[in-house]
């Protein structure tokens, strides 16, 4: 069974101050991954994805993730956080179609990121 | 550029009545998602739909839950009977065929069973 861990409920960290959100996976196969933003009484935006290849991915935002299969992880970071950034972070996992799957993302706990001036 | 859009964006209803949550998915995109959240709990998948049937559901997804794409745009999730428990942000999502299952989220429609 696919399973993400966030372990971080709820992270602080100062404007201007690096930020890593931590993600655990579970995956029988090569995992697709996800890293979704939530704003409060939002939808879900897509921030970053992994399918293949370099294992170090940028998405929007000035986010990025590294993928580290010995690890089975997936951080999100970011060099420099800006008072925009505050929200609800989700990791999710899922897979291609095809056999048993038809792509469900199994998403974390998620993560609420506070951002101080 | 394309978004998925869900309709209404909150629904009231008094437990035992019947809803129906309604989704425009991306025009060309072919398979279907509900997920839910409960308030102040992750998201969780409901149901995926494919070549108008259901391809996988969860144990979440009982008799009470049912899907259907009346028309070639709509996708829609019915409660027959709500309970209290049903109360949660529900998101559809679609994606393409070829692409490894990026999923484009709907706003949420938030459900309040009294």
């Known amino acids: 069974a696919q399973s993400v861990t966030q372990p971080d409920i709820h992270i602080t960290v100062s404007e201007g101050a690096s930020l890593e959100l931590r993600c655990n996976y579970s995956y029988g196969a090569t995992p697709y991954l996800f890293w979704y933003v939530q704003s409060p009484g939002q939808g879900l935006q897509l921030l970053l994805k992994?399918?293949?290849?370099?294992?170090l991915v940028q998405g929007i935002k000035g986010f990025e993730a590294e993928f580290k299969r010995s690890q089975t992880s997936f951080n999100l970071r970011k060099p420099s956080v800006h008072w925009s950034d505050a929200a609800e972070y989700f990791c999710a996992v899922g897979g291609s179609a095809g056999g048993t799957s038809y792509g469900k993302l199994t998403f974390g706990q998620g993560t609420i990121l506070t951002v101080h001036p | 550029e394309p978004e998925v859009t869900q309709t209404p964006s909150h629904q009231v209803t008094q437990m035992g009545q019947e809803v129906i949550l309604r989704c425009v998915p991306i025009?060309?995109?072919?398979?279907f998602y509900w997920y839910r959240q409960i308030l102040g709990q992750k998201v969780e998948f409901l149901v995926s739909?494919?070549?108008?049937?259901?391809?996988?559901k969860s144990e979440i997804f009982d008799d009470q839950f049912s899907v259907e794409r009346p028309d070639g745009s709509n996708f829609t999730l019915k409660i027959r009977s709500t309970k209290l428990e049903d109360s949660a942000m529900y998101f559809c999502?679609?994606?393409?065929?070829?692409?490894?299952?990026?999923?484009?989220f709907g706003p949420g429609t938030r459900l309040t069973v009294l």
């Open positions: 739909f494919y070549n108008n049937e259901i391809s996988e």
């Open positions: 025009s060309n995109h072919l398979y």
């Open positions: 999502a679609s994606r393409g065929l070829v692409s490894y299952n990026e999923q484009f």
């Open positions: 992994y399918f293949s290849g370099d294992t």
